[in-house]
C-alpha cells in the first residue's frame, strides 16, 4: 500500500501548491505566473544531471518525454487561466471530470459497455457539477447551462482531455520504458519553462518585465516550485507501484482539499454546496477506474 501513501502525499502538495496558486494569480497573470514558476522549477531541479543519467535514452523514448510534456504544459497553462478567472472551489473540482468523459468516449467511439458502477460515477459527475454551478436563486436548469456555455469554464475542459492523455503517457514513461521518474520530470520542466517563454516572445512581452513582476512573489514562487517537484514525483513514483486509474483516483482527492482551503482563505460563497459537488466528483473517480487523468 505503499503506492496510496505516495499519491495521498502528492494530492495533499498538489492542493497546497494550487492554494498558493490562486494567490499568486491575483498578482500575476496565468502566462507570467507558468512561466516564473516553471523556470524556478527548473532551477530547483537542476542537480538531477550530476545524480542521474539523463542522456542515455533513445530517440524514441525522448520524443514522447518532449510530446507529453507540451501537452502537460498546455493543460497546466489552461488550468492557471481557469484559476484566473473563476473561484478554486468551483474551477478545480471540475479537472475530476476526465473518468466520466472517458467514458462516454468510449462508450460511443469505441463501443465498449459501461458497468453499473462506471454508470452511477457518471451520475455522480453530473450531480457534482450541477451543485458547483447552482445559485440558491437558480431555476433548475440554469446551472446546466452555465456549466456549457461559460467560457471560463473551457479553459478545464481543455486540461481535462490533455492531462489524460499525458497521465497514460506518464504510466508508458515509467512503467514500460522504465524511464526513471527523476529524468521525466528534468526533460518535463525545461520544455515546460521553454514553451512559456516561447509564448511569451510570440506575443511580444518582454521576458525581463514579467521577471522584475514576479520579484515580489518571490518566496511564493518558489515554494510552489518546491511543492510542484514534489507533487509530481511522488504521483510517478506512485504510478510505478500501481495502476495509474487507482493513482490518479487518490491523486484527485487534492480537489476536495484545494477547494475546502482555498475556500476558506479567499472567502468564497456557496463553499459547503461546492465542496458537497466536488466530493461527489471525486467519488466518481473511484467508480469508474480507467487509465486516464
Known amino acids: 500500500m505503499f503506492w496510496f501513501v505516495l499519491a495521498t502525499c502528492s494530492a495533499l502538495l498538489s492542493a497546497a501548491s494550487a492554494v498558493l496558486q490562486k494567490k499568486i494569480l491575483f498578482r500575476l497573470n496565468a502566462l507570467e505566473f507558468s512561466f516564473s514558476v516553471s523556470l524556478a522549477v527548473v532551477l530547483l531541479s537542476s542537480f538531477i544531471p550530476f545524480t542521474t543519467?539523463?542522456?542515455?535514452?533513445?530517440?524514441?523514448?525522448?520524443?514522447?518525454?518532449?510530446?507529453?510534456?507540451?501537452?502537460?504544459?498546455?493543460?497546466?497553462?489552461?488550468?492557471?487561466?481557469?484559476?484566473?478567472?473563476?473561484?478554486?472551489?468551483?474551477?478545480?473540482?471540475?479537472?475530476?471530470?476526465?473518468?466520466?468523459?472517458?467514458?462516454?468516449?468510449?462508450?460511443?467511439?469505441?463501443?465498449?459497455?459501461?458497468?453499473?458502477?462506471?454508470?452511477?460515477?457518471?451520475?455522480?459527475?453530473?450531480?457534482?457539477?450541477?451543485?458547483?454551478?447552482?445559485?440558491?436563486?437558480?431555476?433548475?436548469?440554469?446551472?446546466?447551462?452555465?456549466?456549457?456555455?461559460?467560457?471560463?469554464?473551457?479553459?478545464?475542459?481543455?486540461?481535462v482531455g490533455l492531462f489524460a492523455v499525458s497521465s497514460v503517457l506518464d504510466k508508458l514513461l515509467v512503467s514500460g520504458f522504465k524511464v526513471s521518474p527523476p529524468v521525466v520530470l528534468f526533460y518535463q520542466h525545461i520544455i515546460y519553462a521553454l514553451l512559456y517563454c516561447a509564448v511569451l516572445l510570440v506575443r511580444r512581452v518582454s521576458v525581463k518585465e514579467v521577471l522584475r513582476k514576479s520579484a515580489g512573489q518571490f518566496p511564493l514562487i518558489v515554494t510552489v516550485a518546491l511543492l510542484t517537484i514534489a507533487y509530481r514525483f511522488t504521483q510517478l513514483e506512485a504510478t510505478v507501484l500501481a495502476p495509474v486509474a487507482l493513482v490518479l483516483a487518490v491523486k484527485r482527492t487534492s480537489i476536495l482539499y484545494a477547494s475546502f482551503f482555498g475556500g476558506k482563505l479567499f472567502s468564497e460563497e456557496r463553499l459547503a454546496t461546492k465542496l458537497l459537488g466536488a466530493l461527489l466528483i471525486v467519488t466518481a473517480g473511484f467508480c469508474i477506474l480507467r487509465n486516464v487523468g
Open 53 to 159: 543519467d539523463v542522456v542515455s535514452l533513445p530517440s524514441s523514448t525522448l520524443f514522447i518525454i518532449i510530446g507529453k510534456s507540451i501537452l502537460g504544459a498546455a493543460a497546466f497553462l489552461l488550468v492557471m487561466l481557469s484559476l484566473q478567472h473563476n473561484q478554486i472551489s468551483s474551477a478545480l473540482p471540475l479537472l475530476g471530470l476526465t473518468p466520466a468523459a472517458a467514458a462516454i468516449i468510449s462508450l460511443l467511439v469505441l463501443g465498449e459497455g459501461l458497468l453499473f458502477i462506471e454508470w452511477l460515477g457518471i451520475g455522480f459527475v453530473i450531480a457534482g457539477a450541477y451543485l458547483l454551478e447552482r445559485k440558491p436563486a437558480d431555476t433548475f436548469f440554469r446551472p446546466i447551462g452555465g456549466i456549457i456555455r461559460s467560457k471560463n469554464y473551457y479553459y478545464i475542459y481543455g486540461a
